[in-house]
């Protein structure tokens, strides 16, 4: 069972704590992980964007003007895509980018993300994230005790905490999730996670 350091806001050593192998000591699968995370990333596509193809624009498809003798290009139709207001060619029509995942494969993926990540030294455990007041430089005062500098990172909590959420907002590189619902791209798309023991033993309890 691996064994990290267990850090206070202040960046200072408080402890120690041992993670499960059953979730943090398992084998790196780039093809699964590259599966689900494509997989969610389609799935968040809403799919509603449409333009009307010739055969659906407003009008009649009647011969502008005679084939030859006018002086103009010939022209077989006014709702011809060359024409303003005319169909658009290959138009986008609305359709479902969802593609299903079994949950098996969502529980390997994830601990298979998180272990490299552990492996990595890119998991950080807190032993709590408490704000006084909900102030971005407070906030701050915790990545600068990182030195946490332009990179993305992720404050794993073990449940919703407003003044938390609300002094992280203006941070542009710092996103503030929950236990239960972290997922394979959130640890992926961010450089580092810092996790509080709570939400880590929450975690263990849910993919043991």
Same mark, same amino acid.
């Given at each position: 069972?691996?064994?990290?350091k267990?850090?206070? *806001?202040?960046?200072?050593?408080?402890?120690? *704590?041992?993670?499960?192998?059953?979730?943090?000591?398992?084998?790196?699968?780039?093809?699964?992980?590259?599966?689900?995370?494509?997989?969610?990333?389609?799935?968040?596509?809403?799919?509603?964007?449409?333009?009307?193809?010739?055969?659906e624009?407003?009008?009649?498809?009647?011969?502008?003007?005679?084939?030859?003798?006018?002086?103009?290009?010939?022209?077989?139709?006014?709702?011809?895509?060359?024409?303003?207001?005319?169909?658009?060619?290959?138009?986008?029509?609305?359709?479902?980018?969802?593609?299903?995942?079994?949950?098996?494969?969502?529980?390997?993926?994830?601990?298979?993300?998180?272990?490299?990540?552990?492996?990595?030294?890119?998991?950080?455990?807190?032993?709590?994230?408490v704000?006084?007041?909900? $102030? *971005?430089? #407070?906030?701050?005062?915790? #990545?600068?005790?990182?030195?946490?500098?332009?990179?993305?990172?992720?404050?794993?909590?073990?449940? $919703?905490?407003?003044?938390? #959420?609300?002094?992280?907002?203006?941070?542009?590189? #710092?996103?503030?999730?929950?236990?239960?619902?972290?997922?394979?791209?959130?640890?992926?798309?961010?450089?580092?996670l810092?996790? *509080?023991?709570?939400?880590? $033993?929450?975690?263990?309890?849910?993919?043991?």
């Open positions: 069972m691996p064994k990290v267990v850090y206070n *806001t202040k960046a200072e050593v408080v402890g120690q *704590t041992t993670l499960s192998d059953a979730v943090f000591g398992c084998e790196y699968n780039e093809a699964l992980i590259h599966q689900v995370v494509v997989a969610y990333n389609n799935n968040q596509r809403q799919g509603t964007k449409s333009a009307l193809l010739r055969s624009v407003r009008g009649h498809a009647k011969k502008p003007w005679r084939q030859k003798g006018t002086g103009r290009a010939r022209q077989g139709s006014s709702k011809s895509a060359q024409w303003k207001g005319g169909g658009i060619i290959f138009a986008p029509k609305p359709r479902d980018f969802s593609q299903k995942v079994n949950k098996s494969m969502k529980v390997a993926a994830f601990k298979s993300a998180i272990s490299a990540k552990l492996a990595d030294s890119e998991v950080v455990v807190l032993d709590s994230v704000l006084a007041e909900p $102030k *971005t430089k #407070l906030v701050q005062e915790i #990545l600068n005790n990182f030195k946490v500098d332009g990179k993305n990172v992720m404050f794993v909590l073990n449940e $919703k905490d407003d003044v938390v #959420l609300r002094a992280a907002n203006n941070i542009p590189n #710092l996103k503030v999730t929950y236990a239960d619902v972290l997922g394979t791209y959130d640890i992926v798309a961010n450089s580092k810092y996790i *509080t023991k709570d939400a880590i $033993k929450k975690l263990e309890e849910a993919y043991k």
